[in-house]
Each structure stands twice: as C-alpha cells, then as structure tokens.
C-alpha cells in the first residue's frame, strides 16, 4: 500500500460535523495531514484525530460542506501540519491556515515547520523582567505589561478592546531601546470591519511593514480557526528565537477559537464539561499560551496579548476563567467605566500583571513603583466599599474621610484612568498616581514607605 | 531494559494507545512504545489487548509500530543527586534534557534521574560485622551543605554487614555493603527504585504535634498546619496560590521541600529557579535551592505524564522522610491533576459522574493525601511528609468536585478569597472560611516553646474578626456612623489586624518572612492596644480619639518596617502606645476610679 509520494486515495465511509471517517487505511499516523479531495477538484485539509486499526477519523479544517461520501476521496500526506516560516513573511497577509490572501505569491524560501511547535523546557526559559511603556497609565503604573509575557485583554462586546489593542501596539516601547518590536496579529472569526480597523491602524502608524497577519474571518470556516492561532505562533518563534527579534503577538478572539474546539469535541463525542467545553480546554489553551517568553541562548521574545470576549460578561465563563489560569494576569475592561466615557474603560481591581512584580521599582522603572501600584490598590478598592454604602445611606452621611475616598476614586478614573490616547510616560503615570493620593490624609497611606511620603506625597484638595 | 518487542499499536487517541499481543503484561507495567521508545504505562488490559497511557506527544504513531515492555512498573530512581534538581513528571531531569536537546522538548529521549558517573563523598557508620535491619543508617553523603543524604537499610535486607566501604568517593551504582540476609548475600549500592504509585508506609504513625512554621502570620497563628498534616489551598485564579505556594516553599521550617508545578506555568517554574539559589534560609543562611526538589510538568507538557508527577513528587518525599527528616511537599495545582484525571479517563470512555469527573476521583484524591504523615521512622529517629495541595475550581466555585472532595482528606484549608485580592490583601486567606483542625494538636509546642497562651490570643484574634464580619452586614446598610462606639472599635480593631497582621508582602524583603516570636509580639501588641482602647471607650472617649492616635500607622507599618531580629523595636512601640493611652486615659478616667 505505502506507495512513492504515499497518493493513496481513499472513499469516505462517514460524515459527521466536521469529522470524516475513512476505512481501509494503512500506515496512518496519528495527528498526520489528510487530504480529502471533493468531486469537483477542491482540496482541503484535515487532521488525523483517531486511528483505529484499519479506520481512521479525520477533523477537516475547511469545513464538510459539499464533501459526498460518495464521490470524495482522501490522501494522507505522512506529515503533521506545517506552515513555511521566513522572514519574507513580514508586510504581508494570509488566511488561518498560512496561504496569502494579499494577492502575492506564497513566500519564497523558508523552512516548513510543524505547527504545534514543542514544549519549552521549562528550565531552558528566561525569566521575562523588562518592562513595557504601552503609555497607557492603567497598564504600566497598575498592571505593566513585562516584555515576553501573556497578557489577555479580558471584554465583553461593545467594548473599545480593538481600540486599546492598536494603542498598545502602537505605543508599546522598551524605554532606552531603539529596537521595535515585530507584530503578528492573529485573527479568529472576526468582522471584516475589525480586521480592517487593526490593518488601518497599522498602516497609519507605519507598522504594516513589520506586522503578518493571519485572518481567519467571521465567515470563514470555523473548524479554521483551531489552527489560526498555532500557525501564528509557529511564526512568531521564528521571528522570534531564530531571527532575535521582539514580537508581539494578538490574538483575536480567543472565544471564538473556544467554540470551534467546542464543536469539534462534540462532534467526536467527547465527555463535555462546563458549558459544553470538553475537559481538554485548559490543555489545548496551554498549548497556546504558553508559547510566549524568552529562551536562553535567543535574544528575541514573544510577547502575546491575546483578547477574549467573555459571553454575558461573565468572567467566571470557562474561557476567560481557564484563559486566567494559565495566562501572567489579565487586563478586564469595564461596561460601567466605558458608559461613563472613560478611555481605556480598565477595571483595575479584577486586572492583574503576575510579572509585573519582577519588572518595576528601582532600576526598572522608579523605586516608589510597587509600594505606590499597591496603595492606589487599596485606596481605590476602599473606594467602591464606600461607594456601596454611600448609595445606601447617602454621601452627606459619610465621615470627613469617606468623603476624600470618594473625591480620590472620581480623580482616579477621571484623570488617571481616562487617558484618551494620549501616551504617557511611565514617570507621568507615577506621579499622577501620586497626585491621586495626595486627596488622602496620611494616616490612610500605610503601604508606602517613610521616605517615599517624604519625597512624593503632596497633599491637596 | 527491553529488547524484543512484544505487541503492536492497534489504536492512537491522543496519549491513549492500545496494543495487542500484550497477554503476558500486567496492570500499571511501564512499556514503550514504537522505535522511538516513548514511555507509557499500562492502565487497562481486556484478553491481549493493553490499553496504555503514553507520556509523551504521540504524533505519527501508526497502527503496527511496537510495543516493548519493561517487566516492572513505574518507578524513580532514589539517591545521592536529587537534591537541587528539576525533573519532569516521570522523574527525567529537564536540566540534562535541556543539554541533550536545545531549548525545546522533543520526545522519546530517555535520560535516568541520578548521574551515572558523578561520584559522592560516602562515609560509613556501621562496620562489618554489625547487625542491621531496613530503616538503619549505613553511611551518609553530604549532598548539600545543607543535607546530609543518609543511606538506610532497604526493605528485607536485614542481617550481618559482611561488608562496608571505605569512607571515599562512590557513584550511586557502585556496591557501599554487602548484607548477609536470610536469602543470601546482598549487595546495596546508593540508588533505590522506588514503585511511584504505591504507598510506603511509616514504621509506626502518630499523631503530628508540631507545627509547620511556615513565616506567614495567618496561617502560622489562625490556621497552622502540622508537620506531616495535609493542607489544602483552593483559589481562582489571580487569588495568589502560586505566589503562596512559592512562600511556603521558601520559608516553611523543613528539612526537604518538594515542589511540584503540575499543569501551571512554565514561567513559575523559571521563578523559583531564578530566586532559589539566591534566597537564604532563615534558619540556616544557606540557599534554599540546597533543600529543593523541584517537578515541573508544566501546562503545555504532555498530560499524562501531568497525571503521574504528584505520584513521583510524593514518592521521594517518602525516601527523604525514611531517612528522619521532615519534608513539605508543596503540588501547584491538584485540579489540572484531577483534569488529567479525567481527560484519560474520557479517552476510555468511562462513565463520568461529576463534571465529567470519573467516579473513582475522591479515592485517587484520598490515596494522595493519606501519603501525609509523621512518624517513627527508626528507632530514634522521627520523619514526617506534609501536603499543601493548590486547587484550582473552575470559576473560583468552592462547591466543584475538586475542591469538595479535597475538603474531606485535609484538617487545614486555606481557602484564598478573590475580594480580598482584588483589594490586593495579601496572603488572600479568609479568616471566614479557613479552618485548621490541628489547633489543639499543636497548642502545647507552642506553650512550651514560648510559654505565650497561643491558642488564647488566637481565639481573641478570631473573634474579634468573626464579630466584624458580623458588623458590616449591618454598616452595609445604617453606615458605621450609626454604629455604637464600642463596636465602631470593632471594626477599627479588625481593620488594624487586617492591615497590620494578616497582610504580609510577598516581596518585601523584611515582611515576607515573620520569625514565630515576631508573629507572637505583633498580634500580642494588637491585642494590647485592643484591651486599652476597649477600656477607654467604656469611659466614655470618644472612637475618633482611638483613630487619630499618633502610634496607629506605627502599629500598621511594624510588619515591615521592624526586621526579625530587632524585636526589641517592638517593645519600644509597645511604651509609646502605652504612653499614648496614658496621656488619653488621663482625660476620661478620674483619680480614684477603678480601671477596667
């Protein structure tokens, strides 16, 4: 049977969703790519699933449509699915599989590589700590962005997390760096507008030479998108630990590609969990995610801001919760704050940066950072404890000190949440922050060190 | 090792694969599978058919390929050269994979856990002619300045030492005794294999008595947990499990930490190699990496071998307390263990009862935790192995399977509250929620150790923040204003142990680490100040007077602006504050009135 070239074709015994079973195969690996060829010519591609003896079950990416059990036929290629990596890749676009779709011809040159990389050896990783400026004051003095870290923006719809998204793009610098860093965006079954804002958006800040993009669109095959973000990232390591640059991965959304998984496993039975989710989510997320930071011997990253919807707005879904289990923390953006017409609309409390710890205070970025990130902490979640009460009780009932909570937490989000697009630097961002607090009496300031209070705080209001 | 191949892949679902032809195998046997040798682990046998787990990526294996057995199950190899080292989940250690493959895994390597070739300073304590019996020491290695590797008698080895080596240099492979056992001559070298999934038992258990001082004031004063006690952390996520674990790990007052990073981060993995060998013990001033074990299967590595890291990890913490020492075992997280649990046991597919939970999870959950223990492990010698498991519950929900179950095989939970880390109140452990069932175990160490009613003070702590939690209901709807004075001292109380107790900064280099006479003065002080202020309102001061005071931010700043070892710093405060009191007691309370 094992033939030169292995065209070996087969019928298709059964058609489920997005699942073919073939019979009668011979030598078939697992996870290797099959190509199933419908009667009118097409080809599309799938992957090997399950391998039973002599029967094989195949997962195709395209979609089933139009695909007859009868008339279609099916090749194995021997190989898992890979996508050709190079530098070339850079300035041009391509579908969620890595075929360009920008009019020019496939990139010449390149190394093909398999899409789901290897794991990194854990003990072979640098341990990412410089910081990024976005100039964005909620993410730097809050939450800093470390570079080769993951860090999701947690949405819901109708939230400006596209918007936010350029911005950091756009602004994202290592201060005393000349260095830029290099996109790949990655695009799941999203609106041909969103596609079109994020090409826009780089083209007007001049990136678009530096960025590959992978689109797979709302209307595009939905079985697509469980290889979109894998093909992106396969050429994210590239550029980053072959070629030594800084890359900065999006992928969007996130919640879609969950769905696609999703109607995989339901199509091949899996035991589902919550909401449907089979038990291999966190899994498969990881295999995602976890393809970010630094290795030793390499002098480039991968930094990925992945952006996730959450259905409901509810962060207790199992896609942003798993999402948060694995990612460095995460930025959440607020209906409440974006209704008041604060831009970014970030809820800072539910936001966190695991490696931000690592990356600020003296020598980063300036040494009153952690102790003034932790104050503004606490004295803003003091806030919204007073907030509850006030509404229950009324503002004038409030004690002298309630009342400059109160004052504090409207110029915290007026002034130093709401930034509009302004870029700010990380010593602007601190010192807002520092302004913010000098609405509160001292006595309310335990977490900042004496001679911090000495050098910075100025109480006024 | 295995030479001729026995079976052949008949099936390939992920890491599940079966074979046929595997008659004479039996249940849990190691096995690889294909040329390329990757292990795996026999879970189900029907006729000639093994189903078997495979440990590593089974991309490409075909329907035909071999299968080999090994004719024993799986197992780590124990001995001089785990300490300070990172193994993978099925005990290969990821340092030398990282020399042999470049920055990232690739399967099918096999590499043994101890070096071959590296030699160990071994001095004998017995000398021919002695009687030993298993669990008696017959030499050491220093393997670490800060342990002493102690080779003990193995399992039915008992008899006459015919043999001993010299004091010199050996490898673990290498003869060190020959033991005239019942069945003849025995040969002991420095290297074990121990089966990783069966229990080894203590010689004789009792109950633990001594606490785990772990540094960290919540839980070494409201919540401890003895030594060869189990412990559970459950938190969702961003609520600080991993950061608490790293805590636990770096200042618990153990003698062998063994940290298991099962399905998290790889970069948390990265951390503590980065800090471990920078920070010093307290009680030693040596860096901790020279008391560390480290399992990484993180997230993205396969998940089977996830499944088997928490057995690996407890197996050699059993080894160590064999030898009498007392080990802590922390396992980050015990959810994506249970999850791997329970993705094989959907690519069997067996009925799932619980969230898609197999029916046999508390019983797996139960095997694990009843690994804890402290116990005679010689004749003078005592050893013990404490669990701290993280688990994760999908949402933050504590009713998940996971965590329930969990609930019944731990005596301390430490449940982490995610309002208290959105405030960023760190440790997050609600003193709600919490509880330790070792209180009375260990309240006389304490009493002895430092003749303080510790049980007492941490009752008057407990109460006095069970009765704000109590008050705020009722502020969340009349305001605190409205409240009496006395218990607006409550709520004023509770928020200064909340902030000036509770609360321990991570990264602060004094904050992070409290010596257990400076968690006895700090609470000892709060208590004070509660007392006098208690008083004085009674007569009549004003609760303002109370939060105005001068020595206040002092209070709330002493846990990290007074190091360990300036205690004295403490008794300082302790005058100012009564001076403080005096000056206002003097206002309310009249000459010749009675002081409460």
Request: with cysteine; charged share 25%; net charge negative.
């Amino acid at each position: 049977m094992v033939t030169a070239g292995r065209r070996v074709y087969l019928g298709v015994e059964e058609i489920s969703g997005p699942l073919v079973f073939v019979r009668g195969v011979k030598d078939v690996g697992y996870g290797e790519i099959a190509e199933v060829v419908t009667s009118s010519g097409e080809v599309r591609r799938g992957r090997v699933l399950i391998v039973d003896g002599d029967r094989a079950v195949i997962q195709v990416f395209e979609g089933t449509g139009n695909i007859s059990t009868k008339r279609a036929r099916v090749r194995f290629t021997g190989e898992p699915m890979t996508v050709k990596v190079s530098e070339e890749m850079l300035g041009r676009v391509f579908d969620g599989t890595g075929r360009p779709i920008d009019g020019g011809p496939p990139p010449m040159g390149g190394e093909e590589r398999d899409i789901n990389g290897s794991p990194i050896n854990p003990t072979s990783r640098l341990y990412p700590e410089n910081f990024i400026q976005t100039g964005i004051s909620a993410i730097d003095g809050m939450n800093t962005l470390i570079r080769g870290q993951k860090l999701p923006i947690f949405s819901t719809s109708g939230l400006p997390h596209n918007r936010l998204a350029a911005q950091i793009v756009r602004q994202a610098t290592i201060p005393g760096e000349e260095e830029a860093f290099v996109i790949v965006f990655a695009a799941m079954g999203v609106k041909h507008d969103e596609a079109a804002f994020f090409q826009e958006s780089f083209r007007e800040s001049g990136a678009l030479e530096n960025v590959v993009m992978f689109l797979n669109l709302a209307d595009d095959p939905s079985i697509e998108r469980t290889i979109t973000p894998r093909v992106a990232l396969t050429v994210a390591e590239y550029l980053a630990f072959d070629c030594d640059k800084h890359v900065l991965v999006i992928l969007t959304d996130m919640t879609n590609y969950c769905e696609a998984l999703r109607e995989v496993a339901t199509a091949r039975g899996d035991v589902p969990t919550r909401k449907g989710y089979p038990g291999y989510l966190y899994s498969d997320l990881a295999s995602i995610y976890e393809r970010a930071g630094r290795i030793q011997g390499s002098k480039g990253s991968i930094t990925q801001i992945p952006i996730l919807t959450m259905p409901n707005n509810d962060i207790t879904h199992p896609v942003p919760d798993l999402t948060g289990y694995i990612t460095e923390g995460q930025i959440v953006l607020d209906p409440r704050l974006h209704q008041q017409g604060i831009y970014p609309p970030i809820a800072v409390l539910p936001s966190l940066s695991r490696l931000m710890k690592d990356g600020i205070g003296e020598g980063y970025t300036r040494e009153d950072h952690p102790n003034l990130a932790n104050q503004l902490y606490a004295s803003y979640a003091r806030v919204q404890q007073i907030r509850n009460i006030a509404a229950i009780i009324g503002e004038e009932e409030l004690s002298s000190v309630d009342k400059k909570y109160l004052r504090f937490g409207e110029f915290f989000e007026q002034e130093f949440l709401n930034q509009g697009d302004a870029n700010r630097t990380i010593e602007e961002t601190l010192d807002l922050g520092w302004k913010a607090l000098g609405l509160l009496p001292v006595e309310e300031l335990p977490r900042l060190k004496r001679e911090q209070i000495e050098k910075y705080y100025h109480p006024w209001g | 090792m295995p030479e001729e191949a026995v079976g052949t892949v008949i099936y390939i679902n992920g890491p599940v694969v079966k074979a046929a032809g595997m008659a004479e195998a039996s249940m849990m046997e190691l096995v690889y599978v294909s040329e390329e040798r990757l292990a795996g682990e026999i879970i189900a046998l029907e006729e000639d058919v093994a189903t078997i787990q495979v440990y590593e990526d089974t991309t490409g294996i075909k329907p035909g390929m071999p299968v080999f057995r090994s004719g024993s199950p799986l197992a780590v190899e124990l001995g001089p050269g785990l300490v300070g080292q990172v193994l993978d989940g099925i005990g290969r250690p990821l340092t030398v994979m990282w020399e042999k493959q470049g920055p990232f895994l690739r399967r099918g390597l096999q590499v043994p856990t101890l070096d071959r070739d590296k030699k160990w300073p071994f001095v004998p304590v017995v000398s021919p002619g002695d009687e030993v019996k298993p669990g008696d020491i017959l030499g050491v290695v220093q393997e670490t300045p800060l342990l002493e590797h102690r080779i003990v008698v193995p399992e039915g080895a008992a008899g006459e030492v015919v043999r001993i080596a010299p004091e010199g240099e050996y490898t673990v492979t290498e003869a060190i005794a020959v033991i005239r056992t019942d069945g003849g001559e025995r040969e002991i070298t420095m290297m074990r294999r121990w089966p990783v999934r069966r229990l080894h038992p203590l010689k004789e258990r009792l109950k633990p008595s001594v606490p785990l001082i772990t540094g960290q004031r919540v839980l070494d004063v409201l919540f401890p947990l003895a030594k060869g006690g189990a412990a559970a952390i459950p938190g969702g996520f961003g609520a600080g499990k991993t950061v608490l674990q790293h805590q636990l790990a770096s200042w618990s007052d153990a003698d062998v930490i063994i940290y298991i990073g099962c399905g998290e981060r790889g970069n948390e993995m990265t951390d503590v190699l980065r800090q471990f060998p920078k920070l010093q013990d307290p009680r030693t001033g040596r860096p901790l990496m020279e008391r560390t074990i480290l399992i990484a299967n993180t997230s993205n590595m396969p998940v089977t071998a996830r499944e088997s890291s928490i057995y690996t990890g407890v197996t050699i913490a059993e080894y160590f307390r064999d030898m009498g020492y007392h080990v802590a075992l922390m396992a980050d997280s015990t959810s994506r263990w249970a999850e791997a649990v329970r993705e094989i046991a959907g690519r069997l597919e067996e009925m799932p009862v619980e969230e898609g939970f197999p029916a046999y999870l508390p019983a797996r959950l139960a095997e694990f935790y009843e690994r804890a223990g402290y116990g005679k492990v010689a004749e003078d010698r005592y050893g013990s192995v404490t669990i701290i498991g993280a688990v994760s519950p999908p949402g933050g929900d504590f009713t998940e399977p996971v965590t329930q179950h969990t609930k019944r095989f731990v005596r301390t939970f430490w449940a982490l509250d995610k309002r208290l880390a959105f405030a960023r109140h760190f440790p997050a452990v609600s003193w709600i929620d919490s509880y330790s069932e070792y209180v009375d175990d260990i309240a006389p160490w304490w009493e002895e150790k430092y003749g303080v009613d510790w049980k007492g003070l941490r009752q008057r702590a407990l109460s006095i923040l069970a009765r704000e939690s109590e008050l705020q209901k009722i502020v969340q709807i009349i305001g605190p204003d409205a409240l009496p004075d006395e218990q607006r001292l409550v709520l004023h109380v509770a928020s200064m142990i909340k902030e000036g107790f509770l609360q321990q900064n991570a990264l602060d280099p004094v904050d992070r680490y409290s010596t257990p006479e400076k968690e006895l003065k700090l609470l000892e002080l709060l208590m004070h100040y509660e007392e006098r202020a208690r008083a004085l309102v009674r007569h009549g001061l004003p609760i303002y007077r109370i939060q105005g005071m001068k020595v206040n931010r002092l209070l709330l700043t002493a846990r990290h602006e007074i190091h360990n070892d300036k205690l004295e710093e403490l008794e300082k405060l302790r005058e100012q504050m009564d001076a403080e009191f005096d000056a206002l007691e003097k206002e309310v309370v009249h000459p010749g009135e009675v002081k409460a």
